[in-house]
C-alpha cells in the first residue's frame, strides 16, 4: 500500500484522489460484501443495457448502486478505526459497528425496492414486445 502523507503535509489533489482510490479498491479486494456489491451491481448494470431502461431510470440505478457501495466503503472505515482503538469488547464499539453496518443493509434494501420498481415494468415492456 502506499505510504500516507503526514496529518500536516499538505497533499495535491491527485494525491487526494490516488488515496480516496486506494481506499475504494482496498475495500474490493478485502471485503467480501463489497465483492458481492460490485458482482450486483455489474449484474444490474447488464440487465439494464439488456431492458434498455430510459435516462431517469439509469439515474435510480446509479444513485442505489453509489449509495450501497459508499456505504460499505464507511462500514469498513468504521470497522477499522474501532479494531484500532480496541481489541476487547465494547458495547459502544458493537453500536458503531452493527449501526455502520445497519446503514448498508437499509440501502441494500432501499435499492431492492427501487430495483423492482424499475426492472418489472422494463422486463414487462420488453416482454410485450
Known amino acids: 500500500m502506499e505510504q500516507q502523507p503526514s496529518p500536516k503535509t499538505k497533499i495535491t489533489l491527485s494525491q487526494a484522489f490516488r488515496c ?14 463489497m465483492k458481492i456489491h460490485v458482482a450486483a451491481a455489474v449484474a444490474v448494470v447488464v440487465a439494464g443495457l439488456l431492458c434498455r431502461l430510459a435516462p431517469l431510470e ?20 468504521v470497522e477499522a478505526a474501532v479494531d484500532l482503538v480496541t481489541e476487547e ?34 422486463i414487462c415492456r420488453l416482454l410485450g414486445q
Open 20 to 33: 480516496a482510490g486506494s481506499g475504494v479498491i482496498g475495500c474490493v479486494r478485502t471485503q467480501r460484501n
Open 58 to 77: 439509469w439515474c435510480a440505478v446509479a444513485l442505489c448502486i453509489g449509495a450501497v457501495c459508499t456505504l460499505e466503503c464507511v462500514n469498513t472505515a
Open 89 to 122: 469488547y465494547h458495547p459502544l464499539a458493537k453500536v458503531a459497528k452493527d449501526c455502520a453496518a445497519g446503514a448498508v443493509l437499509v440501502a441494500a434494501a432501499a435499492s431492492v425496492a427501487v430495483g423492482m420498481l424499475v426492472f418489472v415494468p422494463a
